[in-house]
T-cell receptor, first 115, second 110 residues
């Protein structure tokens, strides 16, 4: 079946621009996660949704980052007034269960470069 | 101290070799453990979950030592296609996110 999809795959933004990154999880998956992966690092947690409820946003680095999942399926991660330090790969993952501690399946990521 | 620590490598091994990676975690309340594989410029893919009794999947064996808080991954008869970064991942039951190590890079050489 279809896996997790993300769009766009690559995004170049000028410093100060707003960007929106989209994630389509595996159909029927309850949990959706966003991660940020810098070069040479492992993914770092940003935020977690269980259906449409955002249960944890403790990893969002600043109030410029905002995520939503209004209908409990597709999610959007928005970054306002992008800065160079926002350059990273943004990964979305989904899981069939309503907990953190279960296998997660990742999308291909969006590579964001802020110039 | 990072919550999950791995030797970054790279481990350069010839085809057919056996290679082992270790990972240590700091949170003694951790309950779930995984190894993910990540190819260059690709997303992480689940390789295997790690159970207390240890588990094997073909050429791959994972072990968990709760007393010492470390997890290992053993790859036997390495193939060129095993070249990738291996991420150690730890979770605490409840409302706490999974924590990923930085990964260990493996290059299998012909």
């Amino acid at each position: 079946g279809a896996g997790v999809s993300q769009s766009p795959r690559y995004k170049v933004a000028k410093r100060g621009q707003d960007v929106a990154l989209r994630c389509d999880p595996i159909s029927g998956h309850v949990s959706l996660f966003w991660y940020q992966q810098a070069l040479g690092q492992g993914p770092e947690f940003l935020t977690y949704f269980q259906n449409e409820a955002q249960l944890d946003k403790s990893g969002l680095p600043s109030d410029r980052f905002f995520a939503e999942r209004p209908e409990g399926s597709v999610s959007t991660l928005k970054i306002q007034r992008t800065q160079q330090e926002d350059s990273a790969v943004y990964l979305c993952a989904s899981s069939s269960t309503g907990t953190y501690s279960y296998e997660q399946y990742f999308g291909p990521g969006t590579r964001l470069t802020v110039t | 101290r990072k919550e999950v620590e791995q030797d970054p490598g790279p481990f350069n091994v010839p085809e057919g070799a056996t290679v082992a990676f270790n990972c240590t975690y700091s949170n003694s309340a951790s309950q779930s453990f995984f190894w993910y594989r990540q190819d260059c410029r690709k997303e992480p893919k689940l390789l295997m979950s790690v159970y207390s009794s240890g588990n094997e999947d073909g050429r791959f064996t994972a072990q968990l030592n709760r007393a010492s808080q470390y997890i290992s991954l053993l790859i036997r008869d390495s193939k060129l296609s095993d070249s990738a970064t291996y991420l150690c991942v730890v979770g605490v039951r409840g409302n706490t996110p999974l924590v990923f190590g930085k990964g260990t890079r493996l290059s299998v050489i012909a």
